[in-house]
């Protein structure tokens, strides 16, 4: 009988409708959620016979939410600097806890605030995960979620940081005599030929230790000056004679430098083995580029030194944590020093309306979204990251309240239909008597 049809499309739209307005009220209560995704609800038909006949079969309707996870919202400034958003499409990747077996979880929710172990959490419970940076700022991304470790800096406090870069810039004298005599590589460490300039840095090795590294000069020939970089005293290095590098230095005739038919030893990294058995790594020597003027020139006036540039050394006490604009954590330490510590990585997928989504703003994968793939900000689809910013919740205030009063109208119809149907099948009844 149709009117028992039209009885059950009544139910089937007081179902979708309280589905519907189910939806606004997630939507609306999470108005003010860091990187909420406001979810939209949407009808299809449901038909319980396509045929046509003389009689009808009311089918009804049924409510299909979609979570607009691919929506951007828009990028609100912050006053904390762990607080991140995404400009552009990718996701954090998270753990719903620090340990390595906890559940993976992608979000965008970047109110990332440090917690009582020194764990960067944000508001939903999760923990951020990032790729290990080594002393020289590098990481290998090999599409391994395995490889992220939770972003964690309070474990450097009290320890320290080999030096991985020297930089200099410095001007040799252009009117200084050349040297005359017999030089051999070696003989400014030694002593055996007095330098015309030279300066002396402080290097630190993997257990904090403190080394003097001398960078002499002497003026061989027209545009060109001998170097040597050398550990004082020699004992505190392997080498012979404490020789760490040394080599040809030419200059342009207009005083930048000449690097390519320089000697690639004085430009190259050194690796000092040191003595008391502490470790190191490759320290990066920044003397300037091919034909520039940011490392050694070669112009009249005294020769001297501008400006100079040693890493590492002992760290204190953290005292905060700096994100910047490409995912980089670093540790920023009381001394005023900061070193980066963390690559972050930003997780994408064919189809982010797809995720799966999980309680505390976060999302999982799903059959539908496509597998995950990691790639520093900016990079192969990957958005941007903005430091001390946070990405506002997509929900519009103003259209949910249009959607609310839509859905109550039509739950009120709905409910109406099935006040109809039953007084047509009371009149049915009443046929009887």
Do not use: C
């Amino acid at each position: 009988m149709s009117l028992y049809s039209a009885l059950y499309a009544g139910v089937s739209g007081l179902t979708a409708q309280s589905g519907a307005m189910a939806s606004v009220a997630d939507n609306i209560t999470n108005i003010n959620t860091v990187g909420y995704k406001n979810a939209d609800a949407q009808f299809r038909t449901l038909v319980a016979d396509g045929r046509g006949s003389a009689t009808y079969s009311a089918g009804g309707v049924a409510a299909v939410t979609h979570s607009l996870v691919s929506k951007q919202g828009v990028l609100q400034a912050a006053s904390s600097s762990t607080d991140i958003g995404i400009e552009g499409a990718g996701f954090f990747v998270t753990r719903d806890g620090a340990g390595a077996s906890a559940n993976i979880a992608y979000t965008r929710a970047g109110s990332f605030t440090p917690d009582s172990a020194g764990y960067l959490k944000n508001a939903g419970g999760y923990y951020l995960q990032g790729w290990p940076l080594d002393a020289q700022g590098a990481y290998v991304n090999n599409g391994n979620l395995n490889a992220l470790a939770p972003v964690r800096v309070s474990q450097l406090t009290g320890t320290a940081a080999a030096t991985s870069k020297l930089q200099m810039r410095a001007n040799l004298d252009s009117t200084t005599s050349a040297f005359t005599g017999t030089y051999t590589a070696g003989d400014l460490a030694a002593g055996t030929t007095p330098d015309q300039f030279k300066r002396s840095f402080d290097i630190t090795d993997a257990q904090g230790g403190s080394h003097a590294v001398t960078l002499a000069f002497l003026k061989t020939g027209p545009n060109t000056w001998a170097g040597e970089i050398y550990a004082q005293p020699a004992s505190d290095v392997a080498a012979t004679g404490g020789l760490l590098a040394s080599g040809r230095i030419v200059f342009n005739a207009d005083g930048s430098l000449d690097r390519a038919n320089s000697d690639a030893g004085m430009f190259d990294s050194i690796t000092p083995v040191w003595t008391n058995g502490a470790g190191t790594g490759p320290i990066t020597l920044g003397l300037g580029s091919d034909g520039g003027l940011d490392g050694l020139t070669q112009f009249g006036g005294t020769s001297s030194m501008i400006s100079s540039t040693v890493d590492g050394g002992l760290l204190g006490s953290v005292s905060s944590i700096r994100i910047s604009d490409a995912g980089v954590v670093s540790a920023v330490f009381e001394d005023g020093t900061s070193r980066a510590v963390y690559q972050l990585p930003l997780a994408s997928f064919q189809n982010a309306d797809g995720l799966t989504r999980l309680p505390g703003n976060a999302y999982s994968v799903s059959d539908e979204s496509g597998s995950v793939a990691i790639n520093p900000p900016g990079s192969l689809g990957a958005g941007s990251i903005s430091a001390n910013s946070l990405e506002a919740s997509t929900v519009d205030l103003a259209s949910e309240f249009t959607n609310m009063i839509r859905f109550q109208r039509a739950y009120s119809a709905s409910s109406k239909i099935i006040t109809t149907v039953d007084e047509m099948l009371q009149e049915v009844s009443n046929l009887k008597r």
